[in-house]
């Protein structure tokens, strides 16, 4: 072909009418020549007439394969099947209006779930060469992780050779005066290193100085993008000012970028970081046995992580002789940072949920195959007529997927609408994802969601399509309007009992979920929830220089506390529940063998406040204050362990061995046990059995970071302004942070579980609706088309409870095979959803029945609509109509 | 469709374009009737021709730039199209006759061998 030809070809797309024009003159004008001809020749008018056609041959033929020459065809054909598929859908609002709404919702959930599955697991670590970041622990045993010490931090440092940087972390707050008024903040202690290991450089101002973190060095700060916006006004003169953080100096040194780090929170109720300083190991702190460091590191290029793991192990090894004996088993474990962002629960959640709003996507193709199946019927003689006048099948199909893809397109592209909409409502409500995670529309998403309407459209188009396109002419032509065959039904009927299947599926692992919630709401924290108000107060180390100053104050601030109108009791304590708590370790005196125990600090009114019962023994008095006599008050779970482990009947009375934890001093000392209390859950994770706890009066351990709850009569949330007063007027540089009710504490340990079970539970029930609507059209169709075999029968005396009978008896085959696939398909998945379960067997036989129960009933409503409508027919019209 | 059709319809076509430029380069500027008359009273006896199958080669040729059109008047006073041969057209038909001539040469040779 001559490339002018290609030029003329494409031409002709764009001057489709005028050259049809001008061959109908042509075709015209040499009609009239031919039968002038006729006429001349001798032959009457309608003689000529025929004579030209018939020397002419086939008009329409012709023009066929003029077209076919003179133009690029099958772009002509798709633009006029795109404009026939949209004339096609406008004739039909309603089923086109339902079409498009259900794809929209299928493809816009599936959008919105992939860009979250895109954003947290699919996209790398938004910083430079994300796989060489690390996460290095202390692992006690091969499965646990611990911080790591001081002193080890730096050997790691000073010795290793794998690590291009390398940061220690660790969380910090800071009060911070904001227009006046004390603000605290969360922030992170790190290493001067500590941007470097992530690569990241600061919007404004520069990153430390590898200098800045050795004693002595003047304070500096780097503060988050969203601090800066929201506090100091996203002013560009920030840098080289002083802030007071703690009422002590620290040069701002710069801003970072907005991104990750303004979404970087230690724990799921915290407000993120918004500032960064530098930890300056003081000598007590390299002294110290505490593990507090989280260490942070970027591999040199190449390393690979079994270098550094063996690298960091022979740091290990060099440095033993160091180590407390008792820790000498405890290895060293280098891990991926992603491995940190994405737990095995939160990646199966996501799959799990993945999965399940496929399914649902998958059956609202059923569905839309199936309304299109029953148009198809309709449209038989259509199709045939166009078949008799010349159009092959591959055209036929060819023009019916394009009217599924134009389908598919609507429905797309209010998918991505609808996906945006739902991501703007819905990731507020998500679990905090990782910080790294940018959940957005972008083009990877929109690629998936592109090709999923692809897929779709051809999934609901192609079976239609041939289908309909199948159908002899003669057949469809001839026979009266009964619409379709008995395979049409046959097909739809098995696309239905595949929903009711999918939904059998959704509901039981819906159910399963649900009831895992219900036993995780049923798991005794161990303290009031309701009217229960907790805060966080740092206090300023300036003005309490020391522990006695704290010992004093605290009871001074629970005295104007439980002062306020509305409040029944307060307490000061170290931690609150569920919100976590450091291990120490506990020994008996005498013994080497040490205990790991969760350690709490407690005041007097710590155990009432929270409703914790005393159950042998007493609660720490007013009495136990600094300079008392050291005492412990353990809970039942640590009772139950000294009787096992060291042989301890009864532990009241009993000396233990604690670090007493003085204001910056660090050493053992026993401890009587003067009380047992019932146990209360610390950690936020409650699949995690009650651990042991060794609480110790805070005026005997003060702390500057002290946590506060309160107990009120009423509302809790409303008694904040007056605590907040109370607590002003005592000191007016306290700032009350965190505040959060119990209740709020304890919802937030529900989730994780919580999501999940909403997600799927919306997920099932739309699917089981969406197949129900599947059902109602199957049957509704059905009981049209035999609307004349029920007159018969009627007419032959058949009552309605027959009719019933008759019209129920496929349905029940229908249903009856789904749910059985449904049900087998469910016990075959359990390996998927069994880690997300909490105390439920993934077949559960409560959950496997409700699933069963709650489609079957669901199916029953849809298909008794239709059958009332059987039982109604009318024998003579329903002869009379179709005679 | 069939790839036989296929054949035989390129065979057509190859060689109604070469019986149009023909005629067109004999009787001048003709319009789509009076070529298919043409082309009907020379090769009645031989093939079978429906008057209308001349029109898509017309197009084609056209938009090889080998013939151009231009409108008149018909002896029924109707606006019609006449088509006649071009530069490239009459250097088209030297090139096709002498494809053919050799091909026929070729064909009469091996039936004349094989006879």
């Given at each position: 072909m001559t490339p002018r030809r290609v030029v003329q070809r494409l031409l002709a797309l764009l001057r489709k009418g005028r050259l049809e024009r001008e061959l109908d003159d042509e075709v015209q004008a040499h009609l009239e020549l031919a039968e002038r001809d006729g006429l001349a020749r001798g032959l009457t008018l309608a003689e000529a007439r025929d004579e030209a056609r018939?020397?002419?041959?086939?008009?329409?033929?012709?023009?066929?394969?003029?077209?076919?020459?003179?133009?690029?065809?099958?772009?002509?054909?798709?633009?006029?099947?795109?404009?026939?598929?949209?004339?096609?859908l406008g004739r039909d609002p309603g089923l086109t209006l339902v079409a498009v709404s259900v794809l929209a919702l299928g493809i816009g959930a599936n959008t919105a779930m992939f860009s979250l599955v895109d954003g947290i697991l699919f996209q790398p670590l938004p910083f430079?060469?994300?796989?060489?970041?690390?996460?290095?622990?202390?692992?006690?045993?091969?499965?646990?992780?611990?911080?790591?010490?001081?002193?080890?931090?730096?050997?790691?440092?000073?010795?290793?050779?794998?690590?291009?940087?390398?940061?220690?972390?660790?969380?910090?707050?800071?009060?911070?005066?904001?227009?006046?008024?004390?603000?605290?903040?969360?922030?992170?202690?790190?290493?001067?290193?500590?941007?470097?290991?992530?690569?990241?450089?600061?919007?404004?101002?520069?990153?430390?100085?590898?200098?800045e973190d050795q004693p002595g060095a003047d304070p500096v700060v780097i503060l988050s993008h969203a601090i800066w916006q929201s506090q100091f006004g996203g002013d560009r003169g920030i840098i080289g000012r002083d802030l007071l953080l703690d009422n002590e100096p620290h040069r701002v040194i710069g801003v970072l970028p907005p991104g990750a780090f303004d979404r970087h929170r230690a724990r799921?109720?915290?407000?993120?970081?918004?500032?960064?300083?530098?930890?300056?190991?003081?000598?007590?702190?390299?002294?110290?046995?505490?593990?507090?460091?989280?260490?942070?590191?970027?591999?040199?290029?190449?390393?690979?992580?079994?270098?550094?793991?063996?690298?960091?192990?022979?740091?290990r090894a060099r440095i033993a002789p160091q180590i407390p004996a008792w820790k000498k088993d405890w290895s060293i474990r280098v891990e991926p940072f992603s491995l940190l962002l994405v737990g095995d629960r939160l990646r199966q959640s996501i799959y799990v949920a993945l999965g399940a709003v496929l399914l649902v996507l998958l059956i609202a193709c059923a569905n839309?195959?199936?309304?299109?199946?029953?148009?198809?019927?309709?449209?038989?003689?259509?199709?045939?007529?166009?078949?008799?006048?010349?159009?092959?099948?591959?055209?036929?199909v060819a023009q019916l997927l394009t009217e599924s893809l134009?389908?598919?397109?609507l429905g797309g592209a209010a998918g991505i609408g609808l996906a945006a909409v739902l991501l703007e409502l819905a990731v507020p409500l998500l679990p905090p994802l990782p910080f790294t995670a940018e959940v957005a529309l972008n083009l990877r998403v929109l690629a998936?969601?592109?090709?999923?309407?692809?897929?779709?459209?051809?999934?609901?188009?192609?079976?239609?399509?041939l289908r309909v396109s199948r159908g002899s002419a003669a057949t469809a032509l001839n026979s009266a309007a009964r619409g379709s065959s008995g395979a049409h039904d046959g097909a739809r009927r098995a696309i239905v009992a595949v929903e009711v299947a999918v939904s059998v599926v959704l509901l039981c692992g819906a159910f399963l979920l649900f009831k895992s919630l219900l036993q995780m709401q049923q798991v005794?924290?161990?303290?009031?929830?309701?009217?229960?108000?907790?805060?966080?107060?740092?206090?300023?180390?300036?003005?309490?220089?020391?522990?006695?100053?704290?010992?004093q104050f605290y009871p001074t601030l629970i005295e104007r506390l439980e002062a306020v109108p509305g409040v029944d009791s307060a307490s000061v304590s170290g931690d609150l529940p569920l919100q976590g708590t450091g291990g120490e370790n506990l020994r008996m005196p005498g013994s080497d063998d040490r205990l790991l125990v969760r350690f709490k600090r407690a005041d007097d009114g710590y155990f009432s406040t929270l409703g914790i019962p005393v159950v042998a023994g007493r609660g720490f008095t007013a009495a136990d204050r600094a300079g008392a006599p050291y005492v412990t008050v353990i809970n039942e779970a640590l009772a139950a362990r000294l009787k096992e482990r060291f042989d301890v009947a009864n532990p009241i009375g009993q000396t233990v061995d604690l670090p007493a934890l003085g204001f910056g001093r660090d050493r053992r000392a026993p401890m009587t046990v003067v009380g047992i209390i019932r146990n209360e859950r610390v950690q936020g994770d409650l699949r995690v059995p009650a651990e042991e706890i060794a609480y110790v009066p805070i005026a005997q351990a003060p702390r500057l970071q002290i946590k506060l709850a309160v107990h009120t009569h009423g509302d809790a949330a409303a008694a904040v302004p007056a605590i907040r007063e109370a607590v002003r007027q005592l000191d007016s540089r306290l700032a009350l942070a965190d505040i959060r009710t119990m209740e709020q504490i304890w919802e937030q340990s529900l989730s994780g579980l919580k999501e999940p079970v909403w997600l799927i539970g919306i997920f099932a029930l739309a699917s089981a609706l969406l197949a129900a609507i599947g059902l109602y059209g199957v049957l509704s169709?059905?009981?049209?088309?035999?609307?004349?075999?029920?007159?018969?029968?009627?007419?032959?005396?058949?009552?309605?409870?027959?009719?019933?009978?008759?019209?129920?008896?496929?349905?029940?085959?229908?249903?009856?095979?789904?749910?059985?696939?449904?049900?087998?398909?469910?016990?075959?998945l359990t390996q998927v959803t069994s880690s997300l379960l909490f105390e439920v067997s993934a077949r559960d036989p409560w959950a496997f029945v409700a699933g069963a129960l709650g489609m079957g009933a669901i199916a029953v409503f849809a298909a008794l609509i239709p059958a009332r409508r059987a039982t109604r027919v009318d024998p003579t019209t329903a002869l009379r109509s179709e005679g | 469709m069939s790839t036989d059709k296929t054949d035989k319809k390129e065979l057509l076509n190859g060689t109604l374009d070469l019986l149009i430029l023909k005629t067109l380069d004999t009787m001048g500027a003709l319009h789509g009737y009076a070529i298919a008359r043409r082309l009907e009273q020379m090769a009645a006896s031989v093939m079978r021709l429906s008057q209308g199958s001349i029109y898509p080669a017309l197009v084609r040729l056209e938009q090889n730039g080998w013939i151009a059109t231009r409108w008149g008047i018909s002896e029924t006073n109707r606006k019609v199209k006449f088509y006649s041969l071009t530069k490239a057209g009459t250097k088209r038909l030297h090139v096709e006759v002498a494809n053919w001539e050799q091909a026929t040469a070729l064909v009469a040779r091996v039936l004349g061998a094989k006879a």
């Open positions: 018939r020397a002419f041959g086939g008009i329409q033929q012709m023009q066929e394969r003029h077209r076919d020459d003179r133009s690029i065809r099958w772009i002509e054909n798709l633009l006029r099947d795109v404009r026939y598929g949209l004339a096609a430079p060469e994300p796989d060489r970041l690390v996460r290095v622990w202390e692992a006690p045993t091969p499965a646990t992780s611990n911080s790591t010490t001081t002193a080890t931090f730096e050997e790691l440092q000073r010795q290793s050779r794998s690590f291009e940087a390398l940061s220690a972390e660790s969380q910090s707050t800071a009060t911070v005066p904001v227009n006046g008024e004390p603000v605290r903040l969360n922030g992170r202690y790190v290493s001067a290193d500590h941007f470097a290991v992530f690569g990241v450089q600061p919007l404004i101002g520069r990153a430390f100085r590898p200098d799921p109720l915290d407000e993120p970081a918004s500032f960064w300083r530098l930890n300056a190991f003081t000598a007590e702190e390299r002294a110290a046995s505490s593990h507090w460091l989280n260490p942070v590191g970027r591999l040199k290029p190449g390393v690979t992580l079994a270098q550094a793991q063996a690298d960091v192990l022979a740091v839309i195959t199936n309304l299109l199946l029953a148009r198809g019927a309709a449209r038989g003689k259509e199709m045939a007529v166009r078949a008799a006048l010349g159009a092959s099948r591959g055209r036929l134009v389908l598919g397109g998936f969601a592109t090709a999923t309407a692809v897929t779709v459209s051809v999934l609901v188009g192609l079976l239609p399509a005794d924290i161990g303290t009031r929830i309701d009217r229960v108000i907790t805060m966080s107060v740092d206090l300023p180390r300036d003005r309490y220089p020391s522990g006695n100053h704290l010992a169709h059905s009981v049209t088309q035999q609307r004349r075999e029920i007159g018969i029968r009627m007419a032959l005396g058949a009552r309605a409870t027959d009719v019933l009978s008759f019209v129920a008896r496929g349905t029940l085959t229908m249903v009856g095979v789904g749910l059985m696939a449904g049900l087998a398909a469910a016990a075959a | -």
